[in-house]
T-cell receptor, first 115, second 113 residues
């Protein structure tokens, strides 16, 4: 009965590969997010979707493409992986219009290592 | 743009010591303020929040008061335990339309028995 689940938990891959990270939430939330946490623990928002519509698209390389097939899922596809993409990627969700009052529910993260 | 600044870590304390982790913010409008905690190998969990000036958020013995005059939201706990060892993040809500949270850089706390 995990609220926000991400798969895989760990991902080790070679430079130049294409990989996807999946996120699913069973909380009935309308809004989902992807955050990147670098090696110094700094968290930066990448994307947000509300009911399958992209609402936040920060300055992220075009190699990163989010996809939301329905409001319970938000996947992240990364093309041509680079060493600098190594990080922990967190998915989060919130009910529509409430994040500014109640915050998010986070997944447990996907540790991506590019070698 | 809006931003959050936390005290530099790491912070190391003995069990039962008093804890303060400083957080100051820069924001337009009236953001909500949050503290999140990240235990090793886990995602972030909401610890407490405050949505308007002078509100006090509290949970699990932790407290923080929204101080508009000093633009601060310092985290305090009177007596820390080894189990409080984690990374603590201060955050604010950015804009009503985009529903974005902006996080500070995190403060690693280690409690020694």
């Amino acid at each position: 009965d995990t609220a926000v689940s991400q798969t895989p938990k760990y991902l080790v891959t070679q430079m130049g590969n294409d990989k996807s990270i999946k996120c699913e939430q069973n909380l009935g939330h309308d809004t989902m997010y992807w955050y990147k946490q670098d090696s110094k623990k700094f968290l930066k928002i990448m994307f947000s979707y509300n009911n399958k519509e992209l609402i936040i698209n920060e300055t992220v390389p075009n190699r990163f493409s989010p996809k939301s097939p329905d409001k319970a899922h938000l996947n992240l596809h990364i093309n041509s992986l680079e060493l600098g993409d190594s990080a922990v990627y967190f998915c989060a969700s919130s009910p529509s219009g409430t994040a500014i009052f109640y915050g998010y529910t986070f997944g447990s993260g996907t540790r991506l290592t590019v070698v | 743009g809006n931003s959050v600044t936390q005290m530099e870590g790491p912070v190391t304390l003995s069990e039962e010591a008093f804890l303060t982790i400083n957080c100051t913010y820069t924001a337009t409008g009236y953001p909500s303020l949050f503290w999140y905690v990240q235990y090793p190998g886990e995602g972030l969990q909401l610890l407490l929040k405050a949505t308007k000036a002078d509100d006090k958020g509290s949970n699990k013995g932790f407290e923080a008061t929204y101080r508009k005059e000093t633009t601060s939201f310092h985290l305090e706990k009177g007596s820390v335990q080894v189990s409080d060892s984690a990374v603590y993040f201060c955050a604010l809500s950015d804009s009503a339309g985009a529903q974005k949270l902006v996080f500070g850089q995190g403060t690693r706390l280690t409690i020694n028995p």
